[in-house]
Nanobody, 126 residues
Framework: QVHLVESGGGLVQPGGSLRLSCSAS????????IGWYRQAPGKEREGISS????????YYADSVRGRFTISRDNAKNTAYLQMNTLTPEDTAVYYC????????WGIGTPAEYEYWGQGTQVTVSS
């Protein structure tokens, strides 16, 4: 059974940091690219970062480049999103997705991702 579980969300003050985790089971994690998406109330799901199956290629949306860092540990079947210098505009539910290798490039589109987690809420507020 496939599981993709995000964790690490919460309430943080502007300028603060959070580290999200995406833990996977039930599929060959190292054969999948991992993407992070977020969805704020009333807005469409936004792709913000992705990492290739081996971790050698990373991609970022302009909105997070320089503040967020994506990484993965295939030995632990886990991907991470380090988020620094958070602003209220980063408030959203954050989702990780798993995309089969060669099914897309860069962050891609949600339709390219085969598996999704349930999401974790990130709230940036003073």
């Amino acid at each position: 059974q496939v599981h993709l579980v995000e964790s690490g969300g919460g309430l943080v003050q502007p300028g603060g940091s959070l580290r999200l985790s995406c833990s996977a089971s039930g599929f060959p994690f190292d054969r999948y690219d991992i993407g992070w998406y977020r969805q704020a109330p009333g807005k469409e799901r936004e792709g913000i970062s992705s990492i290739s199956m081996g971790g050698h290629s990373t991609y970022y949306a302009d909105s997070v480049r320089g503040r967020f860092t994506i990484s993965r540990d295939n030995a632990k079947n886990t991907a991470y999103l380090q988020m620094n210098t958070l602003t209220p505009e980063d408030t959203a539910v954050y989702y990780c997705g798993a995309r089969p290798v060669a099914s897309g490039w860069g962050i891609g589109t949600p339709a390219e991702y085969e598996y999704w987690g349930q999401g974790t809420q990130v709230t940036v507020s003073s």
